[in-house]
């Protein structure tokens, strides 16, 4: 069982809706990040929150809007969203300044 | 720019035999790398890792090699088991740095 859970695991949504993706770990790890994976493609990092640190965006529009509420507890909430952004989204953690990773079961958003 | 390549799309392998998978990469600041199975519908799950300072890290059934001067990695599965068949993705990262970049993936095919 991955400690790293994610809610929901699939969400449809209308481009004009407002929706929010959850992701929670308990493995007492100071960073988490949001990934994006479409079909066919690598994971790559969209949000960097790291506890003591700024957080990190790697140039995603802001129709995605990350919220850490705290050290254990991260939100992806989307609004306005477009048909390309259907896609995987992938939450995971890590203790700070650690590359290993882990993975929730993701996200599997299709926009309508 | 793909940083972080694997060049192979799909690998099959015969039960019990030696499944070998490979990644390359073109920035030399490269100093961490990690080897991730990813099931259909599931998020990545972190199997092997290896620092720079290294040349070969082995975990029970796996073994990763790195050869700095080539900018290579190769991931070795012996016995190759059903349960093995998934994606593969090599990434790398900045030891000290939250980012992984991943390379584009392998499916392993075990066959029985």
């Known amino acids: 069982d991955t400690e790293v859970t994610q809610t929901p695991k699939h969400l449809v949504m209308g481009m004009t809706n407002k929706k929010s993706l959850k992701c929670e770990q308990h493995?007492?790890?100071?960073?988490m990040y949001w990934y994006k994976q479409k079909a066919k493609k690598p994971p790559e990092l969209m949000f960097v929150y790291s506890y003591e640190k700024l957080p990190i965006n790697e140039s995603v529009p802001s129709r995605f809007s990350p919220e850490c509420p705290n050290s254990s507890l991260l939100n992806l909430h989307l609004h306005a969203l477009q048909p390309e952004d259907s896609a995987l989204y992938l939450c995971a953690s890590s203790q700070n300044a650690e590359p290993e990773a882990f993975f929730g079961q993701g996200t599997r958003l299709t926009v309508v | 720019d793909q940083q972080v390549k694997q060049n192979s799309p799909s690998l099959s392998v015969q039960e019990g035999r030696i499944s070998i998978l490979n990644c390359d990469y073109t920035n030399s600041m490269f100093d961490y790398f990690l080897w991730y199975k990813k099931y259909p519908a599931e998020g990545p799950t972190f199997l092997i890792s290896?620092?720079?300072?290294?040349d070969k890290n082995e975990d029970g059934r796996f073994t990763v090699f790195l050869n700095k001067s080539a900018k290579h990695l190769s991931l070795h599965i012996v016995p190759s088991q059903p349960g093995d068949s998934a994606v593969y993705f090599c990434?790398?990262?900045?030891?000290?740095?939250?980012?992984?970049?991943f390379g584009t993936g392998t499916r392993l095919t075990i066959i029985p």
């Open positions: 493995m007492g790890h100071r960073a």
């Open positions: 990434a790398a990262s900045f030891f000290g740095n939250e980012k992984l970049t």
């Open positions: 290896i620092s720079s300072i290294k």
